[in-house]
């Protein structure tokens, strides 16, 4: 099991060649005068511990504003936040259960190709992740400390470029 575990989490750690928090990446936040929020849906394990949607887009939410990020749902751009995670047990939700949660944000934009002026597609331009190991009585703790570590960096990068300390 142990070794299962560790092949997975490797997995997750394992780049993809999407988007990051380099200075490029950093770059196409600029000018990104506000944000929709958009949660990926979220897996029954992380509900049952009180990890729902409604309570990651209020957390994240809530953080964005408090650090100035104007927060919009018709904005064309969007920070979307995913939660994955897996739990050792056998059997379904077990008191006891060790779960691995791996959190992304990302920034999602409209973008027009420039071989094609007419394609226009969103895609994502910027991304964080982070890990967790948790007990099952601490997964909900752990998915909001996750939110806030990832929003943090989000208005870092964001603050970055746009001028704001």
Known sequence: MYGKSFILLAALALPLGAAGDAALDRATLKGVDAVNIVIDP???ELQHQGATASALVTRLED?????GVKVDK???????LRLTSVHSGRGKFIGNDQFAVAATIGLYQPVTLVRDKNIRTATQTWE??????ADAKQ?????MD????????FVTAWRSVNGQK
Do not use: H, Q
Request: hydrophobic share 45%; net charge negative.
């Open 128 to 133: 964080v992740e982070t890990i967790s190991l």
């Open 139 to 143: 997964v909900y703790r752990a998915c």
């Open 146 to 153: 996750s939110v806030d570590e990832l929003a943090e960096r």
């Open 42 to 44: 979220v897996s029954e």
């Open 63 to 67: 953080k964005l504003l408090k650090a």
């Open 74 to 80: 018709n904005s064309s751009a969007f920070v979307a």
